[in-house]
């Protein structure tokens, strides 16, 4: 089970910080990713980071978002910097490729003045 926390609202050029926190004892070993999913359109992949904490972004993240992991407490994180109106969106948190079952509620994200 996947929990994603701390989205909101918050102003353009604004900072959030996201939180999952992952059940299981595989964790360390997984690629673990953030998703979003903006109104009308589909879920993309934002950031990834390995278990040895190699990390990818989406271009149009990079530079302004930060993806860490702390394998002892099982919790992966993205910070959120520079916040645009266009990062409005659910963001949720899964394995690299997804799987079905770790999809959760995810956390709403709102960037507007």
């Known amino acids: 089970q996947l929990q994603a926390s701390g989205g909101g609202l918050v102003q353009p050029g604004g900072s959030l910080r996201l939180s999952c926190v992952a059940s299981?004892?595989?964790?360390?070993?997984?690629?673990m990713g953030w998703y979003r999913q903006a109104p009308g359109k589909q879920r993309e992949l934002v950031a990834d980071i390995t278990s040895g904490r190699r990390t990818n972004y989406a271009d149009s993240v990079k530079g302004r978002f930060t993806v860490s992991r702390d394998n002892l407490k099982n919790t992966v994180y993205l910070q959120m910097n520079s916040l645009k109106p266009e990062d409005t969106a659910v963001y949720y948190c899964?394995?690299?490729?997804?799987?079905?079952?770790?999809w959760g509620q995810g956390t709403l994200v709102t960037v507007s003045s």
């Open positions: 899964n394995t690299v490729p997804p799987l079905p079952r770790y």
């Open positions: 299981g004892s595989n964790f360390s070993i997984n690629v």
